[in-house]
């Protein structure tokens, strides 16, 4: 047998720590009786490492690493470490309440953190898109496991409560920890299954997300019963319409305070990682907040997190960021904790193993036929019936939290959190093979085929990716005129825009933005009709103004440090006299290293700006630029009342190449086109294509504009490197000879002069 010493490294330093570990912390403790923060290091050293070591492999052999997690902290608890080597386990993890306090301390941090992390993975656009299933699957997969596990607290003996005067309070508590998914570990395995986004699987993740969000309320409004100590009415009203008033407030007024907040501190805070301060600073006035109303700090945190997920400028910097520390720190020491407060030696007694036997087989049952049950009522096949109630009976994170709140308040006993962590491991475990073998059963519909075909294309895609944009203008018609355009780009995923007035009467034009005319005016205008007209409802868009009279490089290099993805560009003076473009347009762009749109009214749109395009044209060459060009056209194309226009030229970097005979093939240039065109289809815009390889690229738009009568012409081009703003002649002639308006859309790059 061959031994891969490498996979057992993480195993062999974990036993390393472990040792160093007991002999310094054995001296440590004889020197003082105190806490130590020594020996919270150690606790903390130990945790991490054995908890992401036994993560890591449950991740290789197909299990979530929380799994892993709570195994750590199991072996290194009073389940094995402690009761093989009980002198040297009370040396690391001693029985004082002192100490125990400070790694508490930690855990409970952790909790919160854990839920903002959920918070911010929910996904509520998912939730309303197929809200009448998952709602009728998550109702009826909460309600059955939740009478069962209620009717088996008031059947255990008394011997298993900490209170048996306080049955009722234990029994919620038990129907609550066996009726509620864990989201988190649901999600992981659809995500790993490439199930995300199939009909299915969205189904799967908002019917947990909905149980996540209901089973926080459900224990917020327990723990407040569990502080009082009893059922009376006044309580429950008291808890219940205080959770109420706090998620109304928390999804109309907070989640523009959120919002705000968050682009406050990204725009004007210059020291590192502002945001992640402002967002755990969120999350903690809101567990605050929901600790005065009476319920668990656990729901300020996981409302804390929808929010923020919600915040249009999260950027996945910001995301990883947080999600790293959260993973890497917190999770392995709550879990781990988790695992040192179980003790499975308690299942030596073969009546505690047959209440856990039934207590696993109560919580799957429950879970699975009310689950299916409610795919039924929610139209869903049987296939996907029993795909779902598969993924929803995962526990994991959820019922863990759920025990160690039960714990902490001395609801539960020590033996009934173990029975449960149990239950949480176990059900956890039997969730992936399942719902994998259920999910490879299901077949591929036409419709979700071409769904999936377009939300991969957006992945990869320009327009998609957007998440705020920068509208530099200054008073003229032409501002309005990019107004306009960047309007009906950010309405269909309601993104925020940034209005920069630059130049001399900057100060006087941002007086002027309720203006009927102005370019803020011009971009709600047009974002509330390109919202209404996106077939997924589109969203409001957040504008602010910003006035600036320094130079028109310095104004755009101080907002681009604010992290914008397009610089949209609407100036009086787009040419210049020598063929280039104006110095004015030439000095703001040198500030943007980023994405460029520039603008240039032409024709109807002279005289009426925010007149939609009746007709867009755009070319195409096969070249990233161009299809960029293309991405931008389709977008617009949606408030377009005749179909795009796309036509296929050679760039001037394909002279050599071009076609001069009608026997040669053009099976490449048609290709672009049908690709072209079947993306435009994705979006149910109408296309029509002409191919126009043998004539000079700008001869062959400038005749196409005037053949097709287009009102609007999309070019994705190059940005070239130089000292002034460049093009090339492509876009040179087309913007100083076309009829049309012009759009001229570059990317990031800036290429070497040929």
Same mark, same amino acid.
């Given at each position: ?27 440590? $403790? ?10 919270? #290091? ?14 890591? #492999? ?30 040297? *386990? ?24 854990? #839920? ?17 299933? !998952? ?65 299915? $699987?969205?189904?799967? /993740? ?97 409302? !804390? ?91 994991? %994170? ?47 519909? +036409? ?39 960047? $309007? ?12 920069? *007035? ?102 109807? *749109? ?43 030229? %050679? ?16 099976? *490449? ?8 065109? !079947? ?7 109408? /296309? ?7 004539? !000079? ?23 070239? +490197?130089?000292? %002034? ?18 759009? #001229? ?10």
């Amino acid at each position: 047998m061959v031994i891969r010493w490498g996979r057992l490294q993480p195993a062999i330093w974990a036993t390393v720590i472990l040792l160093v570990s007991i002999t310094a912390a054995d001296a440590a $403790g004889d020197k003082a009786s105190k806490p130590s923060e020594y020996i919270l #290091l150690v606790q903390i050293a130990l945790l991490i490492a054995v908890g992401r070591s036994l993560g890591e #492999l449950m991740q290789r052999i197909g299990q979530p690493s929380v799994i892993g997690e709570l195994l750590g902290g199991l072996l290194l608890g009073p389940s094995l470490f402690g009761w093989l080597w009980p002198s040297a *386990h009370s040396v690391i993890f001693p029985p004082s309440g002192e100490q125990r306090a400070l790694i508490d301390g930690i855990a409970q941090f952790g909790i919160l953190l854990l #839920l903002l992390l959920t918070g911010m993975d929910t996904d509520l656009k998912l939730v309303r898109k197929v809200g009448r299933a !998952a709602t009728t699957i998550s109702v009826a997969g909460i309600a059955v496991p939740f009478v069962c596990g209620f009717a088996l607290g008031e059947l255990l003996p008394g011997g298993l409560l900490p209170h048996p005067e306080a049955r009722p309070i234990a029994s919620l508590f038990l129907g609550t920890a066996l009726s509620i998914s864990s989201v988190k570990i649901v999600a992981v395995v659809v995500r790993e299954m490439n199930f995300m986004r199939r009909n299915v $699987g969205q189904i799967i /993740v908002a019917s947990a997300i909905i149980d996540d969000t209901l089973g926080w309320i459900i224990i917020a409004v327990i723990f407040s019963l569990a502080s009082r100590g009893s059922l009376d009415i006044l309580s429950v009203a008291q808890a219940l319409f205080g959770t109420l008033a706090f998620l109304a407030i928390s999804f109309t007024i907070g989640r523009r305070l959120v919002f705000r907040l968050i682009r406050w501190a990204n725009d004007h805070l210059v020291s590192s990682a502002a945001v992640i301060t402002v967002i755990l600073l969120l999350m903690c006035a809101m567990a605050m907040i929901t600790h005065l109303i009476g319920v668990h700090t656990v729901l300020g945190a996981f409302i !804390a997190g929808v929010l923020v997920g919600e915040s249009p400028i999260l950027t996945r910097q910001i995301d990883e960021r947080l999600r790293g520390l959260i993973s890497s720190l917190f999770m392995p020491v709550f879990f781990g904790l988790a695992g040192l407060s179980a003790d499975l030696t308690v299942l030596k007694d073969p009546s505690v193993l047959g209440l856990t036997a039934a207590l696993v087989l109560i919580a799957s049952i429950g879970k699975f036929g009310g689950a299916f049950f409610g795919g039924a009522l929610g139209g869903l096949t049987r296939r996907e019936s029993y795909a779902l109630a598969s993924g929803m009976n995962a526990r994991g %994170s959820t019922e863990v939290i759920i025990a160690t709140i039960g714990l902490s308040m001395g609801v539960l006993s020590q033996t009934m959190f173990s029975m449960i962590v149990t239950m949480a491991i176990l059900t956890t475990m039997a969730m992936p093979p399942m719902l994998r073998s259920a999910l490879a059963r299901l077949p591929l519909g +036409q419709d979700e085929k071409e769904r999936l075909e377009r939300e991969e294309y957006e992945q990869r895609g320009f327009v998609a990716n957007l998440e705020r944009l920068l509208l530099a203008v200054d008073e003229s018609s032409n501002a309005t005129f990019a107004a306009h355009l960047a $309007g009906q780009l950010a309405g269909g995923r309601g993104l925020p825009i940034t209005v920069l *007035h630059v130049g001399a009467n900057a100060k006087l034009q941002e007086k002027n933005r309720a203006d009927e005319e102005s370019p803020e005016a011009a971009v709600i205008s047009a974002a509330k009709a390109s919202a209404e007209a996106d077939a997924d409802g589109g969203g409001s868009v957040d504008v602010i103004s910003r006035a600036r009279e320094e130079t028109a490089a310095e104004a755009i290099a101080e907002e681009a440090r604010k992290g914008f993805d397009l610089l949209v560009v609407g100036m009086d003076a787009v040419a210049g006299p020598d063929g280039g473009f104006d110095r004015r347009l030439d000095d703001l762009a040198s500030g943007f290293d980023g994405p460029l749109a520039i603008a240039a009214a032409k024709g109807v *749109h002279e005289k009426e700006p925010t007149a939609n395009a009746r007709k867009i044209l755009v070319p195409v060459s096969g070249s990233n630029v161009s299809r960029r060009g293309a991405e931008v056209a389709i977008a617009l194309a949606r408030l377009s009342s005749e179909p795009l226009q796309v036509v296929y030229v %050679s760039t001037t970097r394909d002279k050599g190449a071009r076609r001069t005979g009608p026997s040669m093939s053009l099976a *490449h240039e048609e290709a672009i086109l049908k690709d072209i065109a !079947a993306t435009a289809a994705r979006y149910d815009i109408n /296309v029509t294509t002409r191919l126009r390889a043998n004539t !000079a690229p700008e001869v062959a738009i400038l005749q196409e504009i005037a053949s097709s009568r287009a009102d609007l012409v999309v070019i994705g081009v190059d940005r070239i +490197q130089g000292d %002034s703003l460049n093009f090339g002649s492509i876009a040179a002639a087309v913007l100083g000879k076309s009829k049309a308006s012009v759009l #001229l859309v570059s990317d990031g790059d800036v290429r070497p002069k040929t």
